[in-house]
């Protein structure tokens, strides 16, 4: 039985080995499809073209540059401030409101209890946002909202995600992996979590017939 026990334990220290690397093949092949020199001289030319003339689309351009930035070199660290983490997220919600009309669209997010010791595996929650307007937002032709609340108490955090259902949505409790969803998609997000934060995590869903929330807790440590 002893036997039998330390051979199941390998297969498992295997197979999250297995897992963990390729997520980070996943993340390489992502940061390999586009030269990151090229786009970034490519957004200063528009920046500064546009610097002068519309100072909306400048600010734009900075904030994608900023998302993009921080997705080609914020995962070469296992740990980022939990502040840049929703420094990215805060850009990309303004690149949102700047694609939708806000007489029809409310997005916005409350922090609270964040400070600059909190550390977090970096590109782990922009998926549940990103979801939020794929399967919401973007399918609704009437009024709509994305809710955010990011709350940290006792180097716990609480992360928070509702938005609105278009008319006869038909989205699962339990959302299908996406490849597109997040950049690495749900299905990784859901690996990630359970490498990086065994026992120390908790994602849940919940569905009404007009609103879809999902909640994640992680215990960022002492």
């Known amino acids: 039985m002893i036997e039998i026990q330390k051979h199941n334990m390998t297969l498992k220290n295997n197979n999250l080995a297995l897992e963990r690397d390729n997520l980070a093949l996943e993340l390489g092949f992502l940061k390999s499809q586009i030269n990151p020199h090229f786009l970034f001289n490519t957004l ?3 920046y500064n073209r546009t610097l002068d003339v519309d100072d909306q689309a400048s600010d734009l351009v900075l904030k994608l540059s900023g998302l993009m930035r921080y997705s080609l070199y914020g995962v070469n660290e296992d740990r980022v401030p939990l502040t840049e983490e929703i420094e990215y997220i805060e850009n ?3 690149l949102e409101k ?16 964040i400070t600059d010791s909190h550390k977090i595996a970096p590109l782990l929650l922009i998926s549940l946002v990103e979801n939020a307007f794929k399967h919401g937002v973007n399918l609704s032709i009437k009024s709509s909202y994305v809710h955010i609340s990011v709350v940290v108490e006792n180097n716990t955090l609480y992360f928070t995600v509702q938005n609105s259902l278009p008319e006869n949505s038909k989205t699962p ?6 490849k597109k969803s997040g950049g690495i998609g749900l299905s990784n997000t859901r690996k990630r979590l359970s490498m990086l934060y065994p026992g120390m995590h908790e994602l849940s869903f919940q569905k009404t017939e007009k609103e879809y929330e999902v909640t994640l807790q992680i ?3 002492a």
């Open 219 to 221: 215990f960022l440590g």
């Open 173 to 178: 409790i339990v959302i299908a992996p996406s």
């Open 92 to 94: 990309y919600l303004d």
């Open 44 to 46: 200063n030319s528009i």
């Open 98 to 113: 700047y694609r939708h009309s806000s007489d029809l669209v409310i997005i916005s997010m409350d922090t609270e209890g």
